[in-house]
C-alpha cells in the first residue's frame, strides 16, 4: 500500500481542505493501492465525507485577519507557541505515519514556517519521501506573489525539496511562470494540470427545484461559500432580487455558509422574513446541485466555486475578494475577458449595480458563452496520476534499494 500524506494549513474558508480532499478521493478512487493521511487546520475538516482509505489528524486552528496575518484561533497560546505546536504535530506524523509522498498545498515551507523542520529532518535522514506542491493557478498579483516568494525562500525549497509542482489551472489564462517572474529552474518544475471539473451533485436538477418550490421561475443562487466575509454579498443581492424580481417573477436561494457568525446570518433571515420568493439555508450540502437547479449564480470568487460554474456550464455574476489578496478578482477579471462569467469590483457593488446585472444575465438564460467549452477541466485526473507516477518511481526506487542490499548482504 502506497502511503500519500497531505498538507493543508487552511485558514480561512472551506476551499482549501475542500479541494485537498476531493484529490484525495479522486486518487483512493483511481488507485486501490494508495491510502492518504490528511494533516489540515481547517475547523470544517470534521464536516466533510471522508472516503474509505483516507483518514486525517486536525492541526490546531489558525485565524487569519482581513489584513492577512494569522493568530491563533481558539487556543490562549502565542502564535510562536501554536505555530511550534503545530510544528511538532507534523513531524511526529510524518515519521510514523512515513508517507512515499506528501503532497503541500500552496506554502512550500506552510504557514509560517511550520513545515519546514520536518522538511529539514526528512533530508538529512537521507531517504526522503516524493515531495509534491499543488498551486491554484493564481496566488495574488504578480508583485506582492514576487516579494512572497522571494522573501520567504520558496524558489530554495523548490530547487533543494520539491519533485514537482502542479498547477490546477490553465496556462493560456494565466501563466504563473512567466507573470509572476518565476526563475527558470523554479518554471521548468511547473505543470498545468487544467481547472478541476467537479463531481455531480447529489439531486438532479428536476429533484431540486421540486424540492424549492420553483416551478418555472427564474431560479437564482445566491451563495458565498464558507460565509465568514460573505454577508455584504448576501445583504447586497436580497435588496437587488428586490428590484429585479418587481419587474419579472424571481426566485432566489441564498445560502450563507457554515462559516458566517449567528449574528449575521439572523440579520439576512430576519431581511428575508415575508417574501415568498427568497429562502434562506444557513448551510447545503449538495451546492452542485443547487448550482444546477439553477438559471443564474451570484458568488465570490474562490477557486473552488469558478471550477463548480465552469463545470455545470453556468451563467454567473462573480463580486471576488480583493483583500487581504487579489487572487480573486484576477482569476474573475481574466475569466470575464474571455466570456465566461461576469465580474463586478466589490468597490462597485450595490443593490441597483447587482439587480441591473442579474436582470440583464437572466435575460441571456438560454445563451451560454461561446468560450465556455474551450476551458480545460481534466485537472483532477492529471494531478492523480502526477502524484501516483511519482509513487511508482520511488516504489521502484525503493525495489532496487532493497534489490542492492540482497546483494550485497550475500
Known sequence: MKRVLVYSHDTFGLGNIRRMLDISRHLVATHSDVSVLTVSGSPMLQAFRIPPRV??????????????????????LRYPEIIRLRANLLVSAILDFAPDLILVDKKPFGV????????ELLQRRGARPKLVLLLRDILDSPDVTANVWRRNRYHEALAHFYDRVLVVGSREI???GSEDGFPAASAAKLEFCGYLRREPGVRSREEVRDALRVGDDPMVLVTAGGGEDGYRLLSTSLRA??????????????????????????????AAAGRAHLLVQDFNDDMMGCMDAADLIVCMGGYNTLCEVLTLHKRAIVVPRVVPVQEQWMRAE????????????????TPAELG???????????????RLYEVDLG????????????????????GELELAQQVGGQ
Open 55 to 76: 483518514d486525517y489528524i486536525k492541526l490546531p486552528c489558525l485565524a487569519r485577519s482581513v489584513d492577512g496575518t494569522y493568530d491563533s484561533k481558539f487556543l490562549k
Open 112 to 119: 509560517s514556517n511550520e513545515l519546514r523542520p520536518a522538511l
Open 174 to 176: 494565466f501563466d504563473l
Open 241 to 270: 432580487l428586490a428590484h429585479a424580481s418587481a419587474c419579472a417573477p424571481v426566485r432566489a436561494l441564498l445560502v450563507c455558509g457554515p462559516e458566517m457568525s449567528e449574528q449575521r446570518r439572523r440579520r439576512i433571515h430576519a
Open 334 to 349: 481574466r475569466m470575464d475577458r474571455l466570456g465566461l462569467l461576469r465580474a463586478i469590483h466589490p468597490d462597485r457593488l
Open 356 to 370: 441591473r446585472a442579474i436582470r440583464e444575465e437572466l435575460s441571456l438564460s438560454n445563451v451560454r458563452p461561446s
Open 379 to 398: 485537472g483532477m485526473g492529471r494531478v492523480a496520476e502526477g502524484i501516483y507516477e511519482l509513487l511508482a518511481q520511488a516504489a521502484e526506487a525503493d
